[in-house]
């Protein structure tokens, strides 16, 4: 099993700037993709960037050049981190860490963050 502990959302201004974290912990020895999804009222959940253990790294369009995924691989955990920069209106959303397992095809979600950005 994997646990996912998220970080970092709050109320910021267009604009501005947020970093959020996830921390996976528990049997991480074979997360090989670690995944930023975010949901918006009214709407699917949707893909916004991924960091592979390789160092791939990939986003959706309408956020690149605004935001970078990090990755650090611990003894004991795994941390994705997403710093969000220039912010609009439209990046307001429950902000959900996913964690996706190699080796036995699992899947798991963090309890979401949100980000709400004020126009």
């Known amino acids: 099993q994997v646990q996912l502990v998220e970080s970092g959302g709050g109320l910021v201004q267009a604009g501005g700037s947020l970093t959020l974290s996830c921390v996976a912990s528990?049997?991480?020895?074979?997360?090989?993709?670690m995944e930023w999804h975010r949901q918006a009222p009214g709407e699917q959940r949707e893909f916004v960037a991924l960091?592979?253990?390789?160092?791939?790294?990939?986003?959706k369009d309408s956020v690149k050049g605004r935001f970078t995924i990090s990755r650090a691989d611990a003894l004991n955990t795994v941390t994705v981190s997403l710093q969000m920069t220039s912010l609009k209106f439209d990046d307001t959303a429950v902000y959900y860490c996913?964690?996706?397992?190699?080796?036995?095809?699992?899947?798991?979600w963090g309890q979401g963050t949100q980000v709400t950005v004020s126009s």
């Open positions: 960091a592979s253990s390789s160092g791939r790294e990939n986003y």
């Open positions: 528990g049997s991480i020895f074979s997360l090989s993709i």
């Open positions: 996913r964690a996706r397992d190699s080796r036995t095809g699992a899947d798991y």
